[in-house]
């Protein structure tokens, strides 16, 4: 059990231990690329395997670090990072692969919409820390690649390069997270023309119109999966749509997007929340679209998911619960999940508050460091508006 505190700067603590402990151990000297996993025990997981989407998704991590500290050892290490995606991971067109060693060597040669959109969102994170216009170039070749050869019938687009089923809304909303980025980084208004097709996409296909639910998987032609998998609701989903809806409607004026956030969010407080034994909010993992629980789990991203949409109701809507609501799911990840003393964290609770044995996924430093930031920002006044 991790029973920590949240920090009493937290932006401080993020900036002054966090950043770096984590920054110290992912890059790892004569090593190419990220160590991307620490075993149950703590300790560097052996396996040479690199990954575009840990890869590009700790890029992101070390830029915004810069973009907070300066001084701090964030752009050595996104540079680190950036060097080896663009270098080895690159594939020709835009394309990325999915998998390879420490040497370029492919182990999976497939280029997955998942992984490219935090391509975007690294290309759009590392401009801003370094000024640099190279990566928004490369940006708008991934996303040619993208429009070239991924778009997909019924809107949207492919899981892959190689056209797996089901379906996901999950790619298409980290897509949606890159465009903002990428916007804001470079002030090209495609970026936000491409964001509203997303956005448009979420209202005609993504969202249950029965219950105003928010779908996982999906056929080809974007009815709802078989079986289970077509009746999961994820919390943590509706609550990251929260936070870019709010934020969409900040880049374009369209206020009509509040309403659509404020259905996301009712049903994940109503049937997407439970309780620790101090009263502190916790996300469950999955429930149907009745609402009712299917997995009462708790793994951490759904937590700083929640954290980021009260930030955004905070910040946007001038919500007085949501105060209350994020100082509970504050108190209960530094509690239960992430131990302010080491930076480690616990990745998933069972349905008893119980730490569930596993190896630690270090792409999990992007939920942690993205909702902590804003959290910084918004109640501390630190950092800034994220965008230019």
């Excluded at 020709?92 to 390879?100: M, N, V």
């Excluded at 078989?226 to 749509?241: T, V």
């Excluded at 990840?333 to 044995?357: C, I």
Aim: charged share 25%; net charge negative.
């Amino acid at each position: 059990m991790v029973m920590s505190k949240l920090p009493n700067d937290l932006a401080a603590w993020l900036t002054g231990d966090f950043i770096p402990t984590w920054a110290a151990r992912v890059v790892r000297p004569g090593e190419a690329g990220y160590l991307e996993y620490l075993t149950a025990d703590g300790l560097p997981d052996p396996r040479a395997r690199r990954t575009t989407l840990v890869t590009a998704r700790l890029v992101y991590v070390f830029a915004q670090a810069h973009c907070l500290d300066p001084a701090g050892p964030g752009l050595a290490a996104a540079r680190h990072g950036y060097d080896f995606l663009t270098r080895h991971c690159a594939d020709a067109d835009g394309r990325f692969r999915h998998a390879i060693m420490p040497d370029g060597t492919a182990i999976d040669g497939r280029s997955d919409l998942y992984d490219l959109a935090f391509v975007l969102f690294a290309c759009a994170w590392y401009a801003r820390a370094t000024g640099e216009v190279e990566p928004l170039r490369r940006a708008e070749r991934v996303m040619g690649f993208i429009e070239r050869h991924l778009a997909a019938d019924h809107g949207g687009f492919a899981e892959d390069s190689l056209g797996a089923l089901p379906r996901r809304q999950n790619p298409h909303m980290h897509l949606l997270e890159a465009c903002h980025a990428l916007a804001e980084a470079s002030g090209a208004p495609q970026w936000l023309d491409r964001a509203d097709a997303l956005v448009d996409l979420l209202r005609r296909r993504l969202i249950d119109p029965e219950t105003g639910t928010l779908g996982e998987f999906f056929t080809a032609d974007w009815q709802p999966a078989g079986g289970d998998a077509g009746r999961l609701r994820e919390p943590g989903h509706h609550c990251e749509w929260v936070w870019l809806l709010h934020h969409h409607a900040r880049l374009t004026g369209r206020t009509e997007l509040v309403a659509v956030a404020e259905r996301l969010h009712g049903f994940a407080q109503a049937h997407g929340i439970a309780r620790s034994a101090e009263g502190w909010p916790m996300v469950l993992d999955g429930v149907d679209r009745a609402g009712i629980a299917v997995a009462p789990t708790r793994l951490l991203w759904p937590q700083t998911e929640a954290i980021k949409a009260e930030v955004a109701r905070i910040e946007f809507l001038d919500d007085a619960g949501a105060r209350e609501r994020l100082d509970g799911h504050l108190a209960a990840l530094f509690h239960y999940w992430l131990d302010a003393r080491t930076g480690l964290w616990v990745n998933q609770l069972d349905g008893a508050n119980r730490p569930v044995p596993a190896e630690l996924p270090i792409r999990v430093l992007y939920h942690v460091v993205l909702a902590l930031a804003e959290t910084a920002r918004v109640t501390q006044g630190s950092g800034g508006r994220r965008g230019r």
